[in-house]
């Protein structure tokens, strides 16, 4: 009888721990650099390879011999025409097997840069496999909304605003 409690006792704790995962991100979605660890392994929704001139000079689409590499995490797709809080994408340009640039967007919300759908965007580094935001000489982080490389990515990735301003998937 008395191991009975004891049992019983361990089962209630076990269950006043388990608090149900709806997956819904809450806002604002701050992404910090340990976001974007591991992000070779996300879901590769597309490979694209050599020049693109539409592209021009933006994720380097003058390189000859560029592969660029499209990873959502978990293979997030949109739900009810937008991206939830909380999505993560990367995308990973390498020349000749080095990388050359690593851009991300994540979905911030609670208003932020409202002209493109609250992404937030990114220029990151790989040093090593060790994945961090870039920063600039001032050491601020190397993130943005609409304001973002004088506007570039948001004016760009307006193209894709059916897709909710991602043009890969
Ligand atoms: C000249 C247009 C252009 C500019 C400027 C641009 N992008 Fe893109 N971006 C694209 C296109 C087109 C793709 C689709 C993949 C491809 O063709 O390589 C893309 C893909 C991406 C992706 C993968 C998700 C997707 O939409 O397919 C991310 C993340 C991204 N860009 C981030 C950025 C960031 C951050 C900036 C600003 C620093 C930026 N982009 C500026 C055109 C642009």
Not at 2 to 27: A, T
Request: include cysteine; aromatic fraction near 12%.
């Amino acid at each position: 009888m008395k191991h009975y409690y004891k049992v019983l006792f361990f089962v209630l704790l076990i269950f006043s721990c388990y608090k149900p995962d709806d997956g819904i991100v809450k806002e604002p979605f701050i992404a910090t650099s340990t976001s974007f660890g591991g992000y070779i392994a996300w879901k590769l929704e597309a490979t694209k390879t050599g020049t693109d001139t539409t592209l021009a000079a933006a994720h380097q689409g003058l390189l000859t011999n560029v592969t660029r590499k499209i990873y959502y995490k978990n293979g997030q797709s949109r739900v009810d025409s937008t991206y939830p809080i909380g999505t993560l994408i990367v995308k990973e340009s390498r020349n000749d097997s080095a990388i050359v640039e690593i851009v991300a967007m994540a979905k911030r919300g609670s208003g932020f840069n409202t002209e493109a759908g609250n992404w937030e965007w990114f220029l990151l580094e790989n040093k090593g496999g060790t994945v961090s935001i870039k920063k600039d000489s001032s050491g601020n982080e190397l993130r943005g909304g609409a304001a973002m490389m004088g506007g570039m990515c948001n004016n760009c990735h307006k193209a894709a605003k059916s897709k909710d301003f991602t043009f890969s998937k």
